[in-house]
């Protein structure tokens, strides 16, 4: 059985210090022909720009190759074992991912969610789907949790404050005029409570509340690593003495499914950008989002343009971070 | 004048079997630098997953790169000479394939019929213009046959099997809620008549015979192996003491442009579905169909995850057969 | 600050000699490891086919790879500074080209104008932003000039002419169904003028001027180099004499926006077409246009067929200049 980067709750808090640790040598050298000769097949059923170019480059730089397929451009893929595919489906994920790992070693995949049913797709079926069938690893490229960009932030943040422990890390809503992935705010919560910060989530009210298994994770790290998970809709309280500010848009998840219900719901917090007056609050925060941003609708150019913003930097480290976790996965690790 | 591989049709026994000799050596030695610092233009008329996985993979295994071009999302071709250009068509295939020539050392082709007119798609026009001005070799990649499709397969039977010569080899119909292209089919067709096989083509009915140039092909290619190649509406008659089922859905080509028709016509006959029932009839016959398959409705799971089923073998075997195809029109064969 | 090569007009006339030796260099001898170990994003806002071709072939072929971005598959780019981020566009140029610059060593730009409004159009904003944000190099790979296209103009024309200098060349306006991007047109005005050659632009009328920008440095070039540039409507006078005629069609830009009435005022001028009466005027010109092109619509078969025609010449260009291009833009020129 490979050993997949499916989200880091699946990997201790030494494994992801050892991750982070690696990225910072591959930052410093960015060239080690580790991957010689290896392929990697990038399969994304969801368009992007950075994911795409960071992991071609970084395989680049280990000395293997990328093949970028667009899967949303072909067919539909069954993830049902004994489906009968009379349906859409032209293809069942145990023949797609069986058949790719014999041409490549390493898959890796962008698969949201389709914001129509959470009771299953909280599931992350296609992710789970190859997973099961591929005899390579298999890297989360952002399905329901987006675990690169987890360890791009840390990275960033490490950077920026030394040793995490202990520091006051916000995750607070913003409003966004659609319902977004609330990929990147698990991941966010995942990854600063298992670091040992003391976390707040800010929201506007409970319907913006993540899903259980994320705020229950998040709770247990917190608690084993003797901090704290709040949760609060007070912005004032929220930003009091906060050490970074993490900002991020998704859709409220009992409406799912009903983007105008959604939209409806979000429509009254447009307060919630972080701007110049909230950030004054703080312990001189850093701020961070994961690209793209709306400027100006989740943070002032202000905030994002500041020499405290770490957003540039994080993106960038998603090049180095990734080159470690495939060379993990793939036990390639110098 | 380049060597292209349009179809098997054009390729002695002799020259296919020393394509499949050498796959088989590239199977078990993959990294060849055969084909160093040259690169190669993979034109997708039509999406794939495999075929551009297989040839990109394999391209870089060799030591040279692909360029993928999504055609389908630029602009339409001309292919007649002395066309008035004034309607969609931008470009004229004589200057895509001469200006590709000057840039790259091999084109790869994947054009599929629009299934409108096959008295005009059974000339195969995108891949005959191709050939026909490109100064480089010309591979199919899928048109109206697919070749590098029946070198896997054969491959797989052979691992299968050992020689072919005298094997049952049945090619059956089976149900799909789409009419899907002729390709696959005539190449099992042309590539099991032959190899020496004894071939069956079991169909609901005469509407679904292929082409006659394929039905005809594959009858003097038996002639000439001693052999021979039969078609039967018959379930039973077919599969008894197979020793090869190879199953394949499309559309009825009399009623070709008219898909409610087509799909009328066929609704009928889903009991062709491949099941234990009809394999207990055969020779302990291997399975086998190109990716990708509908579980369920073209053969039944059970069928489909048999130790019989070479289904993932012969998607594999496209890796090592399309290395040897381009070593052998680049004149690079080790 | 980086050097990016936007338009030939921040060029002079000696560095784009340069240019053209080093290309003449590379076309000799093709394979240099200039940019070894190196990435180049290759984003596209328009498809393509020679210029994808040609760039990832010669990044290759320079020992660095090529990121493709099909940008027109993701979200609308911001480019105004400042600008509150509530509409389409998900992402600022801001973040996207200082990101970019963090991942690959060159940026390559593929931005049509939107034919809606030419005020705004005319000032490139894509490509003028990523330029002001990027840290890394940003290459013009056609946006409202074309600067590739030129210099592969000009060189298969010094590989025909010789010394360019007092050579008459004619642009000459040709009818297309619809109303195209004004691009190569300005660009083979930009070229042909700074290389000292005599410019005749002939047009149906004057609608059909470029804008005056390009009108304007386009004389102004000729005037420097001590030569003319001529406009006339009258066909005779504008063949006479001609070495080289260069043929395109683009959309009246006072009309820009309006399809209907750009192509009810084209519909008349279909006779100018080039055609070998015309060409028969002339001092056994040269004849080119850029690709794709309308056959026997922009040009008849006899003259893109003919001994003279320069047009498959020109497109196999594109891979040493851009080469070359791309060399100097890096320092990395031999």
């Not at 071609?56 to 067919?75: K, P």
């Not at 901090?227 to 991020?248: C, F, M, P, Q």
């Not at 979000?266 to 909230?278: G, L, M």
């Not at 989740?298 to 998603?318: M, W, Y």
Request: proline share 6%; net charge negative; glycine share 6%.
């Amino acid at each position: 059985m490979p050993r997949h980067f499916l989200t880091t709750a699946d990997w201790s808090r030494a494994e992801l210090e050892a991750l982070l640790a690696d990225a910072r040598a591959l930052k410093a050298s960015p060239f080690q022909p580790r991957l010689e000769g290896k392929s990697a097949a990038l399969v994304f059923f969801n368009p992007s720009l950075r994911t795409r170019t960071s992991f071609q480059v970084g395989l680049h730089q280990l000395g293997a190759q990328a093949v970028v397929l667009d899967a949303g451009g072909t067919w539909p893929i069954e993830v049902v074992e004994g489906a009968m595919m009379d349906g859409d489906p032209e293809e069942h994920a145990k023949e797609a991912a069986r058949v790719l790992s014999r041409y490549v070693d390493l898959i890796c995949i962008r698969a949201f969610p389709k914001f129509q049913n959470w009771a299953e797709e909280r599931e992350d079926p296609v992710l789970t789907a190859f997973a099961k069938y591929a005899t390579v690893p298999i890297v989360n490229m952002e399905t329901i949790v987006h675990p690169c960009q987890e360890l791009a932030m840390l990275l960033a943040l490490q950077d920026a404050h030394g040793a995490l422990e202990g520091k006051k890390f916000v995750l607070t809503w913003t409003y966004h005029p659609k319902p977004l992935n609330t990929a990147v705010a698990n991941s966010a919560l995942l990854a600063a409570t298992k670091m040992g910060m003391d976390v707040t989530l800010l929201c506007p009210q409970e319907d913006y509340l993540l899903d259980e298994r994320y705020m229950e994770a998040g709770a247990q790290f917190a608690k084993d690593a003797g901090r704290s998970l709040t949760v609060t809709h007070n912005i004032e309280e929220a930003y009091a003495g906060a050490d970074a500010v993490y900002a991020k848009s998704w859709g409220p998840l009992p409406l799912l499914g009903n983007v105008p219900a959604q939209q409806e719901m979000s429509a009254p917090y447009k307060h919630f950008i972080v701007n110049e007056e909230k950030m004054a609050l703080t312990n001189n925060a850093t701020f961070s989002h994961c690209l793209p941003m709306r400027r100006n609708v989740k943070a002032t150019d202000g905030v994002a343009d500041s020499p405290r913003s770490l957003i540039i930097e994080e993106a960038a480290n998603r090049l180095p971070v990734q080159k470690a976790v495939m060379s993990a996965v793939l036990g390639a690790t110098s």
